[in-house]
């Protein structure tokens, strides 16, 4: 089937306040992006990075084949640069991070193409559970795969399917994550496990796991299939860190960024790393681009805790606080706890399960005390340390969305 989406639509739509994106209630099957007088995109699942060229067509699963049609392009030859940039609507994400990745957006195109070959060819709910998966996200893993491994030198067409490996993996953290943490929803869609039920779950995780690392395995390079081991490993241990840890109102700040790090940041630094391996970039380019990622992802965590607190909840498609209500304490409440209101904070979190009204009062008083504040510093130095790794690495267009990369997960929190 195919459907042609032009400037004019209408439909009953639910608006992504932080992205702009208007999405259909129904199906969402196409969406218009306000931001910056965008023009239109569509996918299956929700609002995504569609073509840059009109008309050219974008293949989805089931057969869905959507074609964007931009607004004002009547004076534009084909295959000229759109006048503005095609939005992501990464719900939790706040601003669009996609935009920093215009010099891998075919590429990207190329692994979302794989990743749905892959999942699509599978049983017709494998394959519904596939594709309401891929909607929204923010591509940020295999986004770092692309740049680290082309900045060193190699070939788009060689990292595709490495990338394709981690962000399928990634999704499978993502489902048992959201079982753990009994989470409703992600980028304001119900959770697998709301929409299919726990034994699905656990078995569609599983086999995302199997899946990334089948195509690891046959990509032909142990180094990758082993740093990725240890990604999955260093996830595990970092997901068991913070179940002990909830409700601890006597822990670290220390701990705390040890869980991020194994959770979030570690990842990301390998994903830039097996870039490097891919390219056979020089050791110090290497480590050059794995302490890019680590500052990276440990700030995009961060970053993401912060807005945990204080967006909102159409911002987050999820509800405000969702770490304290789950026992989580972030960075800033971590900070807040050792300060003046530290007593106040202490009282309140000791009486659970937390009510609308406690979550807001501990904001309250987190924005008093000035943890906010404070968190959001130590993320624009760990964006600033991320972009010193990157002066080793000569300029080219990858390198500058590396560098601008850091830049936009900043400007999540200013």
């Known amino acids: 089937m195919t459907q042609d989406l032009g400037p004019g639509k209408a439909n009953r739509a639910l608006q992504c306040a932080r992205s702009r994106c208007i999405v259909p209630r129904a199906e969402r099957d196409w969406a218009r992006c306000r931001s910056r007088d965008a023009p239109w995109a569509s996918t299956r699942a929700g609002c995504h990075e569609g073509p840059s060229v009109p008309g050219r067509a974008a293949e989805y699963p089931e057969g869905l084949v959507l074609r964007v049609q931009p607004a004002h392009s009547a004076n534009r030859k084909e295959g000229e640069p759109l006048p503005s940039r095609v939005a992501t609507a990464a719900v939790s994400a706040g601003r669009q991070v996609s935009d920093m990745f215009g010099s891998v957006r075919s590429a990207l195109g190329a692994v979302d193409e794989w990743i749905a070959r892959q999942l699509g060819h599978e049983s017709t709910l494998v394959g519904e ?37 981690c ?15 009994e989470s409703d929803r992600r980028r304001g869609l119900p959770t ?36 990725m081991s240890e990604v999955v490993s260093r996830t595990c241990a970092g997901e068991i860190e913070e179940i002990q840890a909830q409700w601890d109102l006597d822990a670290s700040a220390e701990a705390y960024f040890r869980r991020v790090h194994a959770k979030t940041g570690f990842f990301i630094a390998e994903c830039c790393r097996m870039g490097a391996v891919i390219a056979r970039a020089a050791p110090e380019a290497e480590e050059a681009l794995a302490t890019y990622g680590r500052e990276v992802g440990d700030c995009f965590q ?21 770490d304290l209500r789950a026992g ?24 659970r399960p937390l009510s609308d009204a406690a979550v807001a009062a501990v904001v309250g008083l987190l924005r008093d005390s000035g943890a906010l504040e404070e968190a959001a510093a130590h993320a624009v130095s760990m964006a600033r340390r991320a972009q010193g790794a990157l002066r080793v690495l ?20 200013s």
């Open 129 to 165: 559970l596939g594709t309401h998966l891929l909607g929204g996200g923010k591509r940020l893993r295999p986004a770092l795969v692309l740049l680290s491994g082309m900045v060193a030198g190699a070939e788009a067409e060689r990292l595709v399917p490495v990338a394709a490996a």
């Open 167 to 181: 962000e399928i993996i990634h999704m499978a953290t993502l489902v048992h994550d959201d079982l753990i943490d």
């Open 192 to 227: 697998v496990h709301v929409k299919w039920g726990v034994p699905m779950s656990v078995l569609i995780g599983d086999h995302l796991f199997a899946k990334g690392f089948s195509t690891l395995a046959a990509f032909g390079d142990p180094t990758i299939v082993r740093l």
């Open 302 to 322: 961060v970053v993401d805790d912060l807005l945990d607190l204080t967006a909102s909840e159409m911002v987050l498609g999820k509800p405000t606080g969702s």
């Open 328 to 351: 989580v304490f972030t960075l800033p409440v971590l900070r807040a706890m050792s300060g003046a209101h530290g007593s106040e904070i202490r009282r309140i979190l000791s009486g």
């Open 394 to 413: 000569p300029d080219s267009p990858q390198r500058q969305a590396l560098f601008g990369l850091a830049d936009e997960l900043t400007h999540r929190v």
